[in-house]
């Protein structure tokens, strides 16, 4: 139980600022596009709910790190944190070329 306590809080704060650092890249892209409030709000939105959706598999990643795995390797570690890790940096990889691919392609 005393993982829980040490990697839930590390993570809720990860996510957090990834959730920041989204918003205000959404944002700015979205000022950058001049886009209409309605379609910067739905962007906002669709960005954070799949976000979420991200967190959530990362929650169930962890918690099958941590607590139901029943063989704990070397290898298994280094694929869930694998995951745990590379999940983020892979919806940070994602959503930005997307941003600029449309933006170079609306100039």
Do not use: D
Request: some cysteine.
């Amino acid at each position: 139980m005393k993982q829980y306590i040490i990697f839930f809080p590390i993570m809720a704060i990860r996510w957090l600022a990834l959730a920041c650092t989204l918003f205000l890249s959404v944002i700015a892209w979205g000022q950058y596009l001049n886009l209409a409030t309605g379609s910067m709000i739905a962007l906002v939105i669709l960005v954070l709910v799949l976000h979420f959706v991200f967190g959530i598999i990362n929650i169930a990643i962890i918690n099958v790190w941590l607590s139901v795995e029943p063989i704990k390797t070397r290898a298994t570690n280094a694929v869930y944190a694998g995951i745990y890790f590379g999940l983020p940096m892979f919806w940070l990889l994602l959503v930005a070329p997307l941003m600029l691919k449309v933006t170079n392609f609306r100039n």
